[in-house]
């Protein structure tokens, strides 16, 4: 495999309920991030990851959401008590320490109803 | 204001056309900057990095404008497949967070 691989592609939620995504970052890659992108809109930072250690997180990222890296291999985000407001693509990407070379998985996309 | 602001468009432009279109940043320390491509319900993909000299990448010439703020990207000769999406990325961090625009649409009718 020699992308970044999301699971799954797509979820469609009952508002309230908690949601769970996956991301396999490339193997050789230490650098992960996640972002959620809505209609019209770029892509919007949410949280980075180096190796297993999660350095930065967006104000976007509400106590709702958490995201984990545990191994400094594959990550995962969690929304809990999911709201209408949070149906988006949520991207992943990782990257080399040393290389501003974003890959981008294919996204999951969100939608609570 | 929003860090990066893009024309949304969309650029409709004949085949074989040029069609050139801007973005600005706001933030003056930033540091590295690029062209992102999105198809229709992909996920982006890195189309050019730009230079301060200015950069060429086949078809494709961005140029950065620092005492301005803004970036550039060209497309000459415009096929079919350009149509797409077209987001600014700008970086002000060094370990790799970007701040995208919201895009710039094209099409290219034939």
């Known amino acids: 495999d020699t992308g970044v691989s999301q699971d799954p592609r797509h979820k469609i939620t009952k508002r309230g309920q908690n949601v769970t995504f996956r991301c396999d970052p490339i193997?050789?890659?230490?650098?992960l991030y996640w972002y959620r992108q809505t209609l019209g809109q770029g892509p919007e930072f949410l949280t980075y990851?180096?190796?297993?250690?999660?350095?930065?997180k967006s104000r976007l990222l509400s106590n709702r959401f958490s995201a984990e890296r545990p191994k400094g291999s594959f990550s995962t985000l969690e929304i809990q008590r999911t709201e209408q407001g949070d149906s988006a693509m949520y991207l992943c990407a990782s990257s080399l320490v040393t290389d501003y070379g974003y890959t981008f998985g294919s996204g999951t996309r969100l939608t609570v109803v | 204001r929003k860090e990066v602001e893009q024309d949304p468009g969309p650029f409709n432009v004949p085949e074989g056309a040029t069609v050139a279109f801007n973005c600005t940043y706001s933030?003056?320390?930033?540091?590295?900057f690029f062209w992102y491509r999105q198809d229709c319900r992909k996920e982006p993909k890195l189309l050019m990095s730009?230079?301060?000299s200015g950069n060429e990448d086949g078809r494709f010439t961005a140029q950065l404008n620092r005492a301005s703020q803004y970036i550039s990207l060209l497309i000459r000769d415009s096929k079919l497949s350009d149509s797409a999406t077209y987001l600014c990325?700008?970086?002000?961090?060094?370990?790799?967070?970007?701040?995208f625009g919201a895009g710039t649409q094209v099409v290219v009718t034939p």
């Open positions: 193997s050789e890659h230490n650098r």
């Open positions: 990325v700008v970086s002000t961090d060094s370990w790799g967070k970007l701040q």
């Open positions: 730009v230079y301060s």
């Open positions: 933030n003056s320390a930033s540091q590295s």
């Open positions: 990851f180096q190796n297993e250690a999660q350095l930065e």
